[in-house]
């Protein structure tokens, strides 16, 4: 999979939330019309710690591998034409971030998270099977402070994963320093209580996951110098788990016990 590279056309707004400050773009994707995307300024500081970028394509990848709806993503370029739409109050937080690509996914009008949503629209396989996506990717970004779901048209979408692989060494004894803190933690425990065969579609996934995809973004990341050691030791921990699904499996239900 080539991760598609399009051209900011215009600056709609800022949305809420978060220490990226998120654009609404217009984006010229070759269509007829533009399209919208959220596009985050991860600023150089939080670069130099994190690769939140390689970090986002790899979530949302392993995500759609996994059939967990997700948006679609893009690299994005900004044109001398798009910089003259950005308000000025706007332009301190461009001047964070010098790279010449940011990291968008396609715009979804949809409904932030709530406890009611999740009964209507999560089914009893959904929600073990994110809490174990979360468990795979070590992603520390999916809690009841910033839920990083959306719902919409009784379809979900997990967002957000600048906070996976935040492990500098991926260890999966080290999930449990994330797990109680997890949105759907409660109502996992709950489910495998009355079900022990809970984790089952989660297991159909993992056991039949492919990285062509992964392998190809990483490739092209890397050729762009935002890809490097760390992601390609994830893939090779994600690969090695996938090969014996069952210990990964138990570790979560012993954990949830």
Same mark, same amino acid.
């Given at each position: 999979?080539?991760?598609?590279? =399009? ?10 939330? !978060? ?5 609404? *773009? ?10 919208? =995307? ?20 790899? !979530? ?15 690299? *994005? ?43 209507? #629209? ?36 997990? *967002?957000? /994963?600048?906070?996976?692989?935040? /492990? ?13 803190? /997890?949105?759907? #933690? ?72």
């Amino acid at each position: 999979m080539k991760i598609p590279s =399009y051209t900011a056309f215009r600056f709609i707004n800022t949305l809420g939330g !978060g220490t990226t400050r998120p654009w609404l *773009i217009e984006v010229d994707t070759g269509k007829a019309n533009p399209e919208l =995307y959220v596009m985050k300024l991860f600023p150089d500081k939080f670069l130099q710690q994190q690769n939140f970028i390689a970090h986002e394509v790899m !979530g949302s990848i392993l995500a759609k591998e996994m059939d967990l709806p997700t948006p679609d993503i893009a690299l *994005i370029k900004l044109s001398e034409s798009f910089k003259a739409t950005i308000p000025t109050e706007q332009l301190p937080d461009l001047q964070q971030c010098s790279g010449k690509l940011f990291f968008a996914t396609k715009y979804t009008l949809a409904t932030e998270y709530s406890q009611t949503l999740q009964l209507r #629209y999560l089914t009893k396989d959904d929600i073990p099977t994110i809490l174990a996506f979360d468990m795979l990717i070590y992603n520390i970004d999916r809690t009841k402070r910033k839920p990083n779901l959306l719902f919409c048209e009784k379809k979900f979408y997990v *967002i957000d /994963h600048e906070g996976a692989f935040a /492990h500098a060494h991926p260890d999966r004894n080290q999930i449990s320093f994330i797990l109680k803190n /997890h949105l759907l #933690y409660n109502k996992s425990k709950s489910l495998l209580r009355r079900n022990d065969d809970c984790f089952d579609s989660f297991l159909f996934y993992l056991e039949g996951l492919r990285f062509n995809n992964l392998t190809a973004a990483l490739s092209q990341l890397k050729s762009l110098g935002l890809s490097g050691v760390k992601e390609q030791d994830w893939v090779e921990y994600i690969s090695k788990v996938s090969k014996e699904p069952s210990k990964f499996i138990n570790l979560l239900k012993e954990l949830l016990q």
